[in-house]
């Protein structure tokens, strides 16, 4: 409960407002990994109400949200989270992420369902959106079907910034966020190697998840936020 919590309120100080044109601010929020069907869901609905508390204008998820470690039937799963979801009464934007509080392998089956379901609600597994001069990217940061675990699946993701920030400029920030940490794993070195040069001088802040820390660190005006 309190690691959803954390995640939940983190970005809610003053320092954290987004500027919009005319000096005009607004809230949003960004939570990740709320594993619900490992954690119990009373302790996501408690995390919905300290959000709405803070009248943010829309959410970010950061993937695990649902997980596939628990016998409890995907659909079931999904028809929970969406449940309590909807009480936030604003957009929502979420990118895949498969996340496991527990080691327990997941068969081929129930992973597939999981993707399914997933799309069935967000359509795709990358997004942009703009709002108020903002420009905000939702990045799959996640290995598809059949790739390896550790996959950065670098070029694809390349490709899809490279097409989004085409043609595109004046915005007042632009954020990603997505569910991998790569910035605070060992992954790190091929971030930095190939993505970061590709969103550096475009990008203020980028958020991610998965592993279960809390962190910060500044590169290049970037601030990679876990």
Not at 44 to 60: D, R, S, T
Not at 80 to 93: C, E, M, N, Q, S
Not at 122 to 142: A, H, P, T
């Amino acid at each position: 409960a309190i690691l959803v919590l954390i995640f939940s309120l983190i970005f809610f100080g003053d320092k954290f407002y987004a500027r919009a044109q005319g000096n005009d601010r607004f809230r949003f929020a960004v939570i990740g990994c709320t594993h619900i069907g490992v954690c119990e869901s009373k302790d996501y609905e408690l995390a919905v109400e300290k959000i709405k508390e803070y009248h943010p204008e829309f959410v970010l998820f950061l993937g695990g949200m649902i997980d596939s470690v628990s016998d409890t039937p995907v659909g079931v799963l999904w028809d929970t989270f969406d449940r309590i979801t909807a009480k936030l009464g604003v957009p929502v934007y979420n990118v895949p992420g498969e996340c496991r509080l527990t080691p327990l392998s997941v068969s081929e089956e129930r992973k597939a369902l999981m993707e399914k379901c997933f799309m069935d609600r967000y359509k795709r597994r990358s997004q942009s959106f703009e709002y108020k001069n903002n420009l905000y990217v939702g990045l799959d940061s996640g290995p598809l079907p059949g790739q390896g675990k550790d996959s950065l699946q670098a070029k694809a993701q390349i490709d899809f910034l490279n097409q989004t920030f085409s043609g595109k400029a004046g915005y007042n920030n632009t954020f990603i966020f997505t569910h991998r940490s790569p910035w605070s794993e060992d992954e790190g070195d091929e971030w930095f190697k190939l993505l970061h040069p590709v969103i550096k001088g475009k990008v203020k802040h980028v958020f991610g998840a998965h592993i279960h820390r809390l962190g910060s660190k500044k590169v290049d005006g970037i601030t990679y936020v876990t």
